[in-house]
């Protein structure tokens, strides 16, 4: 079966810091990645997709960067992290089109910016 | 994409059908009709989808309209685990989603 892995659960960075969150997927093979963040109390912001290893399409201007070095792996990374990067991340995979399962979303993590 | 419109929240009582509406005036017509759910503190969830005649799957059942410019979620014998932010969405495909935001649905015993 399909499963998503996707760390820490939570963390908590100094302005200025780098970042690097990883999340892995298992069960399937090339498979469409992305990266999400959500706001306090907002809808769900598509940062990054991936089609395939070294493919990577940014849909917002930001102070973060994502690579995708093997097939099932998705790092979401930043150099100096600012206070408007917190928020909640998710990581997410598709395959096929249209699908009857949709998006298999990562369980998150939660970043605070201090 | 169309644009989708949701009423920010509802409540609904434990073990009834709860019918959560969604307006897609200027839906395509290729685009799919989407529906996702996100508990607190998770990723969402995905739920059904569907382009023209209605769908029903084990988690719940989707009405489009004939005109297909509107839509209802119906999730036939609410639970509390069905309490959740809910998002209608309307795309030619489910690649790069944008998720709004959505109906607050709280079900309450």
């Known amino acids: 079966s399909q499963t998503i892995h996707q760390w820490p659960a939570t963390l908590v960075q100094p302005v200025g810091s780098p970042l690097s969150l990883e999340c892995t997927v298992e069960?399937?093979?090339?498979?469409?990645l992305y990266w999400y963040r959500q706001a306090a109390g907002r809808g769900l912001q598509l940062l990054f997709y991936?089609?395939?290893?070294?493919?990577i399409s940014s849909e917002v201007p930001q102070n973060l960067s994502a690579s995708r070095p093997q097939d099932r792996q998705f790092i979401l990374s930043s150099k100096k992290l600012l206070l408007s990067d917190s928020g909640f991340y998710l990581c997410?995979?598709?395959?096929?089109?249209?699908?009857?399962?949709?998006?298999?979303f990562g369980s998150g993590t939660r970043l605070t910016v201090v | 994409d169309a644009k989708t419109t949701q009423p920010p929240s509802m409540d609904c009582a434990e073990g009834r059908a709860a019918n959560l509406p969604c307006n897609h005036s200027?839906?395509?017509?290729?685009?799919?009709v989407y529906w996702y759910r996100q508990i607190h503190s998770q990723g969402p969830q995905y739920i059904i989808h569907?382009?023209?005649n209605n769908e029903t799957n084990e988690m719940a059942s989707l009405i489009i309209t004939e005109d297909r410019k509107s839509s209802t979620l119906i999730l036939p014998h609410a639970t509390l685990r069905d309490t959740a932010v809910y998002y209608c969405?309307?795309?030619?495909?489910?690649?790069?989603?944008?998720f709004g935001a959505g109906t607050t649905v709280t079900v309450r015993a």
């Open positions: 200027t839906i395509s017509g290729n685009e799919y």
């Open positions: 969405i309307v795309r030619v495909n489910d690649y790069k989603l944008s």
């Open positions: 069960g399937t093979s090339n498979p469409n």
């Open positions: 569907g382009l023209k």
């Open positions: 997410a995979w598709l395959q096929g089109q249209p699908t009857n399962y949709g998006y298999t």
């Open positions: 991936s089609v395939g290893i070294g493919q």
